[in-house]
Each structure stands twice: as structure tokens, then as C-alpha cells.
């Protein structure tokens, strides 16, 4: 075995342990996480040595690089996960499982005016309030909920967010706490009509916190490419 695929095999173990250990603290069955690789940063080589150790489900922060990988394995799932234009929802449609970065009731029309069938996709939310983040600040989401579930050609099937920057994961703690919360609320609000299963938050620094705090999807990149270059 070529030592990157040794040191992706290490890694990709290593996550998966913490991620087993995690559910575990949490009561949590250890199939209730899927982790997702981003990668935004890797060469080809480095997703082709993942997708010989079994991951499939990759995600990409832009919509056109995304596009060309699925192009390229369209064998593994890809997620988008960073911002989308409206001019662009048509093409990255077809080539997304999921559309974790939905932060304005205008893109989630185009998508649906663009769809056919319904598109998965989540809800960003800006937790945090920090002014350089993308998402719903959680008072707009509340008030435009009713008219963007109700959208025809879209499936909202959860809430994301990102946690502010930060070396100690415990920082991000109640961040993730209030996603659930506001999840919480939202399923309330719309009487079992809508499940909302799937909360994606936390990236390499964060993800155990955020598995305790209830994540359904976890997003780590240079975790698993530590030790390579
Ligand atoms: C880059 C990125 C990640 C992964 O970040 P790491 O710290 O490398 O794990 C997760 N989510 C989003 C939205 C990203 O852009």
C-alpha cells in the first residue's frame, strides 16, 4: 500500500473511532452520523485514495467544482455545502444529494421553480450572528418558514450551521445546542408534517461536540488529510 493511501486509511480510522466513541457518550447509535469528506482542498489523488477505502459521501463548498467532480465519480454522493448563487441552481441540481447551504427564501425558490421533483436540501442558519457568516439569521427563518416549506419543488429536511472559528471545541457547544433547539421548534411548529431528520454541523475541530449535541451529518476535510501535503 502507497503510504498516502496508508496515511488516508489511518486517518479515515481515526475519524470513524472518534465518531463511534462520541455516539457512545451520547447514547447514540453509532449508525445515526454519516460523515461527510470535504474536500475543497484535495487533489485528485487524495479522493481517489478515499474512494478505494470505501467513503461515499463527499462534499464541496463551490458549486462549479462540484460539479466537475461529480462529472468526474459520479459513483459517490456529493454534497454542497457552501454558498450558492441563484444563477447557478440550476446546474449544480442535478448533480447534488444534498443542498446543506439554503440561506435565503429567494434561492430556495429558484430551486424550486428549477426542480423537478423536489430537492432535498437544509437550511444555514447563522447561529453565531457573526456578520461574515452565510445563513438565516434564526428571526428571518422563523418568519419565512411557513412560505418556504411550503415551496413545491423543495423537501427541507433539517437545519446547518457553522461554528465561529475557534481552538477549544467547547466553544462550539451551544451553537450546536441552539440548531437542535430551533429544529426543535420548527418541527413543533409544523405538527408532524415535517420530520426535519438531519442536522449537519461540525467540521475536523468540532465534530465530537457536535455528534453529543445531536449532529445527523458531519463535515471534516483536513482532518482527514492531516499528515499529507
Ligand atoms: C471547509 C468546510 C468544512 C470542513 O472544514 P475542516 O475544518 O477542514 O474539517 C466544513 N463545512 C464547510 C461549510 C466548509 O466550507
Same mark, same amino acid.
Given at each position: 500500500?502507497?503510504?498516502?493511501?496508508?496515511?488516508?486509511?489511518?486517518?479515515?480510522?481515526?475519524?470513524?473511532?472518534?465518531?463511534?466513541?462520541?455516539?457512545?457518550? /451520547?447514547?447514540?447509535?453509532?449508525?445515526?452520523?454519516?460523515?461527510?469528506?470535504?474536500?475543497?482542498?484535495?487533489?485528485?489523488?487524495?479522493?481517489?485514495?478515499? $474512494?478505494?477505502?470505501?467513503?461515499?459521501?463527499?462534499?464541496?463548498?463551490?458549486?462549479?467544482?462540484?460539479?466537475?467532480?461529480?462529472?468526474?465519480?459520479?459513483?459517490?454522493?456529493?454534497?454542497? $455545502?457552501?454558498?450558492?448563487?441563484?444563477?447557478?441552481?440550476?446546474?449544480?441540481?442535478?448533480?447534488?444529494?444534498?443542498?446543506?447551504?439554503?440561506?435565503?427564501?429567494?434561492?430556495?425558490?429558484?430551486?424550486?421553480?428549477?426542480?423537478?421533483?423536489?430537492?432535498?436540501?437544509?437550511?444555514?442558519?447563522?447561529?453565531?450572528?457573526?456578520?461574515?457568516?452565510?445563513?438565516?439569521?434564526?428571526?428571518?427563518?422563523?418568519?419565512?418558514?411557513?412560505?418556504?416549506?411550503?415551496?413545491?419543488?423543495?423537501?427541507?429536511?433539517?437545519?446547518?450551521?457553522?461554528?465561529?472559528?475557534?481552538?477549544?471545541?467547547?466553544?462550539?457547544?451551544?451553537?450546536?445546542?441552539?440548531?437542535?433547539?430551533?429544529?426543535?421548534?420548527?418541527? /413543533?411548529?409544523?405538527?408532524?408534517?415535517?420530520?426535519?431528520?438531519?442536522?449537519?454541523?461540525?467540521?475536523?475541530?468540532?465534530?465530537?461536540?457536535?455528534?453529543?449535541?445531536?449532529?445527523?451529518?458531519?463535515?471534516?476535510?483536513?482532518?482527514?488529510?492531516?499528515?499529507?501535503?
Amino acid at each position: 500500500m502507497s503510504s498516502l493511501l496508508e496515511t488516508l486509511k489511518r486517518n479515515v480510522a481515526a475519524v470513524h473511532e472518534s465518531m463511534a466513541e462520541a455516539c457512545r457518550v /451520547a447514547g447514540r447509535s453509532p449508525g445515526s452520523v454519516q460523515l461527510i469528506a470535504v474536500t475543497k482542498y484535495a487533489p485528485i489523488e487524495w479522493i481517489e485514495g478515499l $474512494i478505494s477505502l470505501g467513503l461515499d459521501q463527499f462534499g464541496e463548498n463551490r458549486p462549479q467544482q462540484l460539479i466537475e467532480r461529480q462529472a468526474r465519480w459520479p459513483q459517490v454522493q456529493w454534497h454542497l $455545502i457552501g454558498h450558492l448563487q441563484r444563477n447557478k441552481a440550476k446546474s449544480v441540481l442535478s448533480a447534488t444529494v444534498l443542498i446543506h447551504s439554503v440561506d435565503s427564501l429567494r434561492l430556495a425558490e429558484r430551486l424550486s421553480e428549477t426542480a423537478t421533483g423536489r430537492v432535498p436540501i437544509l437550511c444555514e442558519v447563522n447561529v453565531s450572528g457573526e456578520e461574515s457568516k452565510d445563513g438565516f439569521p434564526r428571526e428571518e427563518l422563523l418568519s419565512v418558514w411557513d412560505r418556504l416549506t411550503g415551496l413545491p419543488g423543495i423537501e427541507v429536511r433539517g437545519l446547518m450551521t457553522m461554528a465561529p472559528f475557534s481552538d477549544d471545541p467547547e466553544a462550539a457547544r451551544p451553537v450546536f445546542t441552539h440548531l437542535r433547539e430551533l429544529r426543535d421548534v420548527l418541527r /413543533a411548529r409544523a405538527e408532524g408534517r415535517l420530520a426535519l431528520p438531519e442536522l449537519s454541523m461540525g467540521m475536523s475541530g468540532d465534530y465530537e461536540v457536535a455528534i453529543q449535541e445531536g449532529a445527523t451529518l458531519i463535515r471534516v476535510g483536513s482532518r482527514l488529510f492531516e499528515g499529507l501535503e
